[in-house]
């Protein structure tokens, strides 16, 4: 039986769980479409953005919040690949949904296996994550 997930935070653990389904559903389903069709060489220049922005993140009760503006400023980078060479409010917004998915799972190892599921979209407008 599928897990089914509708938010990042909620696609994270069940990535860090390792489920062999997944059912996505709701606004994150194009996010993810987005995600999965970036080509390597983009899917290369935004993992590398995502990874400093989550390091940052991740980093900020640490530094009192001063690493905060670092991973801020690491998202563009990641918006430009993950749009396809442009930057657009969807590719922030995707950027933001995938740095989610990987402080969730722990690390951005999370977004390279989410990259090996095959995905089917289903006729209710769901989208089905396989192993």
Known sequence: MATTVSTA???G???KEEQDEIEIEGDLVRRIIRIK???NVAW???IGAIAVAVVALLAAPATGGTS???GMA?????AV???GGAIALEG?????CAVAIAIAAGGIGALNSLRKYKMTKLPDGRLLLKK
């Open 13 to 15: 653990a069940a990535l």
């Open 68 to 70: 905060v503006p670092a």
């Open 37 to 39: 069709a970036t080509g």
């Open 81 to 83: 690949a993950l749009e």
């Open 44 to 46: 290369a220049v935004a």
């Open 92 to 96: 922030m917004v995707v950027a933001t």
């Open 74 to 78: 690491a998202l563009a980078p990641a």
């Open 9 to 11: 935070a909620a696609l």
